[in-house]
Structure formats: C-alpha cells, structure tokens
C-alpha cells in the first residue's frame, strides 16, 4: 500500500500535522492513506499498512466519519466495510472548517452572547473587559457570517477568490496600509 518512500513520507507527515492541529496522530494518518489509496479499503489492510492496533484503527476511522470525511463502502464479494476518504482538496477543505466552526466556534459564539447579555449587567466587570469581550463576539459573529456567505460558492470561484489575495484590498478606500 505505502510502497513509495514519498506516500510514506506523505502520510507521515499528515499525521504529524494532524498532531498541530489538535488531531489525534492515527486519525490523521488513516485520512491521508485513504486519500492517497485510490480504492476502498477494509480495516485489516489499514491496520496491516499502518502497523497500528485494530482499535485504534476502528476508533480513527469512527472519528473520520463523524468528521464526514471519510464514508463506508462495499465491495461485490466481500462482507467486510471498505472505506473510502473524499478525494476532491477543495471538498475536504470545506468540511473540515464546516465541522471545526460547528464544533469549535458556533458553541463559542453562544458563550460570547450569553457574556455580552449579562456582562451589560453585571456590575462588578469592569467596562474594558465587557467591551473585549464584545470585540471577541463581533469578530467571530463576522467570521461565521463570512463562512456561510463562502461556503457555497463552487470550488473555482473559491480558487478565483484566493488567487485575488490582497489584490483586492486595493480597490477598497484605505486598502493599503502605510507604516
């Protein structure tokens, strides 16, 4: 499965990065063999090409799909389930950051709007922290605002968008910063 020194290197390296990001080191590193392997795959063939525990193995692979990034599928002539990783970078992208806002940010959100309902009664916080506390809210309510406006654009005109870069901060009144 991992013959090549650079698929190896290549799925190393996924779980390491994985490991920055807060993701377990196997999860991470299931997810990439399964991008990389080109056809479904059954449990035994991850664990053998991994050299990790079969448990481990179920527990990541359970953890990929509640992440709905990697899906069950079947092959005619054998029982067991394959599994397959989404293949499209771009598809991949976008569901790893609808599923970290849902987890991560949405929950946040509503903690920073409970704390700016009763911050603005709380007598005893002081006034500069109420109003970092607005600032946090304000800049991830626009952030979340931004990834549902994003979310649905195909993947080119994303890539159109992401080439633009700061380009476009040109066309904006005071779009270039001076030192």
Known sequence: MLDSPTA????????EMG?????NRTV??????????GRPLNADEIVETLGVARSNVSNSL?????WK???????????????TALQDVWEIFR?????RKRREIDPTLSVLRECAIEG??????DAGALARMQTTLDFL???????????????QTLQRLMRMGGKVARFLPNGKETS
């Open 62 to 66: 359970k953890e990929l799909q509640s």
């Open 95 to 99: 569901v790893i950051v609808e599923e």
């Open 19 to 23: 490991t920055r990001w807060g993701v």
């Open 28 to 37: 991470a590193q299931i997810h990439a063999l399964l991008f990389l392997a």
């Open 141 to 155: 309510e626009m952030l979340s605002a931004s990834f549902e406006d994003y979310k649905h654009l195909s993947p």
């Open 120 to 125: 603005s009664q709380d007598g005893e916080l």
């Open 8 to 15: 190896r290197k290549f799925v190393l390296h996924w779980g």
């Open 69 to 83: 990034l990697v899906r069950v599928t079947h092959v005619l002539g054998d029982r067991r389930d394959h599994f």
